[in-house]
């Protein structure tokens, strides 16, 4: 158990919805990193919040945006979902604005219908 | 894109133990070498890390060569639960986020 929790564990939406996705942070860590797991692949990193700032971003669209909280929780935000944004969302929390060892939630399963 | 290669998939028998290489051969100096395992649908979990030293923790020992061009992941007494897709990662001190590649697929077998 590493203390990150994600919640809701598995959601199902459809195309040109919205998506909110939440993560809490271990305690201790003040950077949140999310990352996105296509089926068969590697996570891939979306973004980073370090003390309620972007710090740092992948390859992704705008459409895909994100919060972090005076309590270092986060939130991850997905507009006008598509097919392909099924996926696995991973958060990870770490300290030193992600320098250091990053230890991952158990992830949220996102289905795009 | 990942700076790693690894194996796609190894096999190993249950009690003995797991040697999971990773090549890394444009490492700078800098670089940590990290390693992390992801059970099926679940979130990676860490499990070591070094620099240039060995190192061993409960879960495994992390062997790197002297040239830092390679390691290897020891898992000393395999067992069924150690069934995982393994990643080998680097980064140094000032990347914000890890690079994942496909890693390897252990099965442990009874």
């Known amino acids: 158990e590493t203390g990150v929790t994600q919640s809701p564990t598995h959601l199902i939406k459809t195309r040109g919805q919205q998506v909110t996705l939440r993560c809490s942070s271990q305690?201790?860590?003040?950077?949140v990193s999310w990352y996105q797991q296509a089926l068969g692949q590697g996570p891939q990193f979306i973004f980073q919040?370090?003390?309620?700032?972007?710090?740092g971003r992948g390859n992704f669209p705008p459409r895909f945006s994100g919060l972090q909280f005076p309590n270092y929780s986060s939130e991850l935000n997905v507009n006008a979902l598509e097919l392909d944004d099924s996926a696995l969302y991973l958060c990870?929390?770490?300290?030193?604005?992600?320098?250091?060892?990053?230890?991952f939630g158990p992830g949220t399963r996102l289905t795009v219908l | 894109d990942a700076k790693t290669t690894q194996p796609p998939s190894m096999d190993c028998a249950e009690g003995r133990a797991a040697n999971l290489p990773c090549n890394h051969s444009t490492i700078s100096g800098n670089e940590y070498v990290y390693w992390y395992r992801q059970i099926h649908s679940q979130g990676p979990q860490y499990i070591i890390h070094?620099?240039?030293n060995n190192e061993t923790n409960e879960m495994a020992s992390l062997i790197i060569t002297e040239d830092r061009k390679s390691s290897t992941l020891i898992l000393p007494h395999a067992t069924l639960r150690d069934t995982a897709v393994y990643y080998c990662i680097v980064k140094d001190n000032y990347g914000q986020n890890f690079v994942f590649g496909p890693g390897t697929r252990l099965s442990v077998l009874p």
């Open positions: 070094g620099l240039k």
């Open positions: 305690s201790g860590h003040n950077t």
């Open positions: 919040y370090y003390r309620e700032e972007e710090n």
């Open positions: 990870a929390s770490s300290s030193l604005a992600g320098k250091d060892t990053q230890y």
